[in-house]
């Protein structure tokens, strides 16, 4: 811990514990953005993705307060195509669509309310282990090949989920008439 001090990549605050400093976030990680380790949330590796890959950490603030902590991978190919500075107001699966040539994209997300660890809880300004929305989603080629992976981190006191689906033809949702 002492050298991490003495290289200014930690600060420590009495009572509250030992984070990581902004300017450390800055520094490029050694381990390739698709180690497998680092990928647990998403429940398997990105096996099939196109190597080298890009991890973006973004930061989302709302009225000057942090509201969402987001991680994505994409191939560094495609995030070559996409417009400098467009992720400022476009999510990265519409950028993808629109420039990239990728269309008929699929995927899956997964919603799971979690405790805040240490990092997190610092860099969206909650208090550790106060829950937080973590939503985990994938986007697939038409071939099956991963394209996008992303891990969210949402304040729960801003975070909401509005779900709807088509019932597929020939099914009666219950409780309709036929």
Excluded: N
């Excluded at 107001?89 to 990239?100: A, C, I, P």
């Amino acid at each position: 811990m002492g050298v991490l001090r003495s290289a200014g990549l930690i600060e420590s605050a009495l009572g509250l514990g030992i984070f990581v400093i902004a300017q450390a976030e800055q520094i490029k990680p050694r381990a390739p953005a698709h180690d497998p380790l680092a990928l647990s949330d998403l429940g398997r590796d990105l096996t099939g993705m196109e190597t080298p890959q890009l991890h973006v950490r973004k930061h989302h603030y709302t009225k000057a307060q942090p509201y969402l902590l987001a991680d994505l991978w994409l191939p560094q190919h495609y995030f070559d195509m996409l417009p400098e500075g467009a992720d400022e107001t476009q999510l990265y699966s519409q950028l993808s669509r629109d420039h990239t040539g990728l269309t008929d994209l699929s995927g899956y997300q997964i919603i799971t309310i979690v405790r805040a660890d240490v990092a997190t809880a610092h860099l969206l300004g909650v208090t550790f282990s106060e829950p937080v929305a973590r939503v985990v989603s994938r986007l697939f080629d038409p071939e099956g090949r991963p394209v996008i992976a992303h891990i969210a981190h949402i304040r729960c006191d801003v975070f909401t989920a509005e779900i709807s689906s088509v019932p597929t033809v020939g099914v009666t949702p219950a409780g309709s008439a036929g």
